[in-house]
């Protein structure tokens, strides 16, 4: 069955590093990826949409990575600050005509930056 | 900007009891969507709506119903309320496009309890 699988264990880096989220998948051929992050008590909020023919998406501090050969996407924030602290979660999408209203969602993983 | 508005952000109920839980958004978008979510399950759709009247199940439809009579409400009804739906609920609405890869834009949640 599909797949998703983001970092199981919380991340905490320091204010100024980079954090690197990871998203992998399996049995599953996505035609895009989003991200989104989540603040506790409140909804998710899109971030950044990746096609399966895109390499890299950048927005501000934000890049995103699409490797359909390893079956993975990574999210960066550089110049991490505490107000990055949340869950990030990924979710992959097809264009099929019959599923494209569809997310597939992975649990998220939760990011702490310190000051 | 989108707004997603869910009628309540907590909501207390009784098992057995019939329960309505509302969302309006404010975008003219075609497609609607109810999703709860659980620790350690993430985001798991229960229903979505892609128009006016229309409506597919999810993955979890069982022991709800939803109803779509005008196209900014998106209505998930709980038919006999059961202590294993207490959980945070969810609603989004995105844009139709011809690929599908529109963002999805969530409301801040109705955390639900069945006592």
């Known amino acids: 069955s599909q797949k998703i699988e983001q970092n199981s264990e919380a ?9 690197t989220l990871t998203c992998n998948y399996t049995n599953y051929s996505p035609a895009y990826l989003q991200w ?12 950044l949409l ?17 490797d359909t050969t390893l079956k993975q996407s ?14 990030y979660l990924c979710a992959l999408g097809r264009y099929n005509a019959g599923n ?13 930056v310190n000051p | 900007d989108v707004k997603v508005t869910q009628s309540s952000r907590y909501l207390v109920k009784r098992t057995g009891e019939k329960v309505f839980l509302e969302c309006v958004q404010d975008m003219d978008h075609e497609n609607m969507f109810w999703y709860r979510q ?14 006016v009247k229309m409506k597919e199940k999810g993955d979890i439809p069982e022991g709800y119903s ?3 009579e005008k196209k900014e409400r998106f209505s ?24 599908g890869n529109q963002p999805q834009h969530f409301g801040d949640g109705t955390r639900l309890s069945i006592l």
């Not at chain 1, 990574?74 to 869950?87: G, Y």
């Not at chain 1, 494209?100 to 702490?112: C, D, E, F, V, Y």
């Open chain 1, 36 to 47: 989104y992050r989540q603040d506790p008590g409140r909804g998710p909020v899109f971030l």
């Open chain 2, 38 to 51: 659980d620790p350690g399950l993430g985001l798991r759709l229960i229903y979505f709506s892609y128009d």
């Open chain 2, 76 to 99: 998930l009804i709980l038919e006999s309320a059961s202590t294993n739906q207490t959980s945070m609920y969810l609603c989004a609405s995105r844009t139709r496009d011809r690929v």
């Open chain 1, 50 to 66: 990746i096609r399966e023919n895109e390499k890299e998406k950048r927005k501000e501090r934000l890049k995103v990575t699409f």
């Open chain 2, 66 to 68: 939803v109803s779509r």
């Open chain 1, 100 to 112: 494209n209203r569809k997310l597939i969602w992975g649990l998220g993983t939760s990011l702490a």
């Open chain 1, 11 to 19: 991340l905490n880096i320091q204010e100024g590093k980079t954090a």
């Open chain 1, 74 to 87: 990574l999210f960066h924030i550089t110049a991490s600050q505490p107000a990055d602290s949340a869950t």
